[in-house]
């Protein structure tokens, strides 16, 4: 069966530079999520999408911007990066009977 | 104010033992879930099982067990003979979709198993 794709998976980026993290959910999934999990941390909330519509924030910084577009695949950008930003950064998806299916994650190193 | 507690950080146990994970959840919803997740090594999360508010079944799912009690809040999981294959992070979550108006999850802290073979 189809999971969520999240790519890619590992980044390394210099402090100060723009990350571009993308996510293909689950098809016929309507709802798409990302959570932001520092390093011996808990998943974060950051924000997400229902029907191409942001539906609820969460602790996402300005510097953070994401959106879905007509394919339903969305993206999170992340500008003036900082070394705090190294996370693994997960995407799921779901539809309103399921529950969220994640992707494996993409693992962000800023140096 | 974390919605999600996890008290056990970790927990090391020997191969074939039984271990419960606990999790004590806050919610003013009277609708909401409650979900296990597995985080191996490897990184990605497993979904394990979804609970809805009003489904108080116990459910046990090969070595797997739950025990949901609204009367103390809690949503503990159980591994019976637990593996090596078991060693992972779980995270236990909820979700608030009537106060929140989406499904995202509040996550614990999660608990580090280690099964020392």
């Known amino acids: 069966a189809a999971g969520v794709i999240q790519s890619p998976r590992h980044l390394i980026k210099e402090k100060r530079e723009t990350a571009t993290l993308k996510c293909y959910p689950i098809?016929?999934?309507?709802?798409v999520y990302w959570y932001q999990q520092g390093p011996g941390q808990d998943p974060q909330f950051l924000i997400s999408?229902?029907?191409?519509?942001?539906?609820d924030k969460g602790s996402i910084p300005d510097r953070f911007s994401a959106q879905q577009f007509s394919d339903y695949h969305s993206e999170l950008n992340m500008s003036s990066l900082e070394l705090g930003d190294s996370a693994l950064y997960f995407c799921?998806?779901?539809?309103?009977?399921?529950?969220?299916?994640f992707g494996q994650g993409t693992r962000l190193t800023v140096v | 104010a974390q919605k999600v507690t996890q008290a056990q950080t970790e927990i090391s146990v020997v191969e074939k033992e039984d271990v419960t994970l606990d999790c004590v959840y806050e919610?003013?919803?009277?609708?909401?879930?409650l979900f296990w997740y597995k985080q191996p090594p490897s990184g990605e999360l497993v979904f394990l099982i979804r609970?809805?508010?009003?489904?108080?079944q116990n459910e046990i799912s090969g070595r797997y067990s739950w025990n949901f009690q609204k009367s103390t809040s809690s949503f503990n999981f159980t591994i019976t003979a637990s593996q090596v294959v078991d060693s992972a992070v779980y995270f236990c979550?909820?979700?608030?979709?009537?106060?929140?108006?989406?499904?995202?999850?509040?996550f614990g802290t999660g608990t580090r198993l280690t099964v020392i073979p």
């Open positions: 979550a909820l979700s608030e979709p009537f106060q929140t108006g989406a499904n995202n999850l509040f």
């Open positions: 999408f229902y029907e191409k519509m942001q539906s």
């Open positions: 919610t003013r919803d009277t609708t909401y879930y």
């Open positions: 098809p016929r999934h309507d709802t």
């Open positions: 609970r809805n508010s009003f489904d108080e």
């Open positions: 799921a998806s779901s539809s309103t009977q399921t529950e969220a299916f």
